[in-house]
């Protein structure tokens, strides 16, 4: 019998072994485009901006699980197989790792290739910041900072709704993450319209973040890199970042890999002065960032493992 672990497994594999296709159709991408249609329609009626996006939140959430949720009941009517292989799927569309490590290991050999321009288009990829001007240890910083961000919303906040409530809770989550990156930025036009958005990016990614430093600490300890510095940089700078939660995978992060994120950056233009992260003085180099990958895989790999362990567990005793 395939279990629900069973199919976790084989996703969580999938995307380690095929990453994320152009070709191949993407869940994200749909839920994408029911974000635009939702605000386009809503911001067509005479609501309140506040409460428009409350409910646009409500539609791509709710409708990105229910079809999810449909997807795999009608594929098991068919088959037992095609609604395993449909959910299966479905998870595997929610996880990053594959994409994750390519993107860091792209920056990482076009600096290892002396290649500056190379660098700084990959690392473009990865970042929001203006790369134009970007230092070899610019460079580095980006890619080990995006790294250590996206280990929870790529890589552990999916796993962690995944192992809790099936490809449904992993869309659900995606749906979520979706919605903030399209809706949930503090500018005139999505203030109050993203607001609903934002915070609820905010409260699912509480526990996963808060989580996911216990799991970057393991890793850091068999990896022999500085365990006991990463609670020390939560404890100090995690809630210096402007995310309520960012900060704590970046610190954890930092804390192991013995350097300092943050400082200045550029936006559109505008510079801006991150707070500093991580309590050793350490710079990023290409041998950082291959390091922070290792560490986001081993931390993606204990995470699963231990998830699956403490699912096992509980329901042996339930």
Known sequence: MVTADTLLLAAYLLDLIAGDPRWMPHPVKGIGWLA?????????????????????????????????????????????????????????????????????????????????????????????????????????LAATESVAENSVDGVTAPLFYALLFGPVGAIAYK????????????????????????????????????VTVFVIALAAALSNLRFFDIFQAVRQGARRHASPNSGYPECACAGALGVTFGGARSYGGEFHDAPQLGIRAGECTPLTIRRSVQLMRLTAALFLVLGVGIRIVVQSVL
Not at 63 to 85: D, E, F, T
Not at 175 to 199: C, H, M, P, Q, V
């Open 36 to 140: 635009m249609q939702s605000e386009a329609l809503l911001r067509g009626t005479v609501l309140p901006l506040r409460l428009a996006g409350i409910l646009a939140v409500l539609i791509v959430v709710g409708g990105s699980a229910g079809v999810a949720g449909l997807l795999v009941i009608l594929a098991a009517k068919l088959h037992p197989w095609a609604g395993m292989a449909v959910a299966m799927y479905l998870m595997y569309s929610c996880f990053a790792v594959k994409d994750l490590c390519d993107h860091a290991r792209a920056v990482e050999q076009a600096l290892d290739a002396g290649d500056i321009e190379l660098a700084r288009r990959k690392v473009s990829f990865m970042v929001g910041r203006d790369t134009a001007s970007l230092t070899v240890g610019g460079i580095a």
């Open 175 to 210: 749906a979520i993450n979706t919605i903030d990156s399209t809706f949930g930025y503090k500018n005139e036009r999505y203030l109050e319209f993203g607001w609903a958005a934002a915070k609820l990016d905010d409260l699912a990614n509480y526990l996963p973040a808060r």
